[in-house]
């Protein structure tokens, strides 16, 4: 729910004790699930890294159970706030991994973009981090695949009307980059939040989903497969960094 930091920390720690008994090693949350996306709660006060007691539920669960979480939230700086994701790891304090670099309109007046991407290792899978309207930039995935990214991590937050739109693109960033996308999304209060939580393989179909409401999507991930998968679809070994200066042929008009 919108501003009710506690309660929202105590649904992720349930979530993330259910994807561990369900056997996954990392769990991917939405955007702005800690404090919920509402321009009311953005501009008030938001949580801190300098005193991280409120993280207290997630790192009991991750300590206990060894399963590393990705959660996003919206942060306050010392003198700027960001769109962050955190990652908990057993035994560690919790990271501001990731601060989302493109920023949506009605969020530039009051975030600080990110300056530089992000990759995690997990059980020998890199993971790239990225936030919502990162996926809509075809570049920011390739720059994740370009680090050596085996997946594309994206903690997102769809409007009612956006199912088009959020299914293309994922399943293009997988396909243009032969690598792996999962995609997390929030649903609920205040703007009827679509959800649609879903994993595309390396050749953008789509090997896992969530139905309506809060739940689970479970997907394995392997490294061969997206050898597999780039050995198939050469567009990834293709790519041009330099195409040159654009030209302009053909009569006058």
């Known amino acids: 729910m919108p501003g009710d930091v506690p309660g929202n920390v105590a649904r992720v720690a349930r979530l993330l004790a259910e994807a561990h008994d369900g056997g996954a090693d ?13 321009g009311h709660v953005f501009a008030g006060r938001l949580p801190n890294l300098a005193d991280s007691s409120w993280l207290t539920p997630l790192r009991t669960v991750v300590d206990r159970t060894g399963i590393a979480a990705v959660v996003n939230t919206a942060l306050q700086r010392e003198g700027s706030r960001s769109l962050t994701t955190l990652l908990l790891v057993p035994g560690y304090e919790p990271v501001d991994a ?12 009051i975030f600080t973009p990110g300056v530089s991407g992000t990759t995690i290792t997990v059980k020998g899978m890199r993971i790239a981090l990225s936030v919502c309207y990162d996926a809509n930039f075809p570049e920011h995935a390739a720059a994740a695949a370009r680090a050596g990214a085996h997946v594309y991590a994206n903690s997102g937050a769809y409007f009612p ?37 879903t994993v595309f393989d390396p050749l953008g179909r789509r090997i896992a989903t969530v139905g309506e409401g809060r739940h689970l999507a479970f997907a394995d991930m392997d490294p061969q497969v997206i050898d597999e998968a780039r050995a198939t679809q050469r567009m990834w070994t293709h790519r041009r960094d330099d195409l040159g200066s654009s030209r302009h042929r053909g009569p006058a008009s």
């Not at 990731?98 to 007046?109: C, I, M, N």
């Not at 299914?167 to 999962?182: P, S, W």
């Open 26 to 38: 990392v769990a991917l949350f939405p955007e702005a699930v800690i404090t919920g996306y509402d």
């Open 98 to 109: 990731y601060d989302k670099q493109h920023l949506y309109e009605d969020e530039r007046p």
């Open 161 to 197: 009307g956006g199912e088009h739109r959020r299914d293309l693109h994922y399943a293009a960033r997988a396909l243009d980059n032969g690598m792996y996308v999962a995609f997390s999304g929030l649903v609920g209060a205040p703007h009827g939040f679509i959800g649609g939580s």
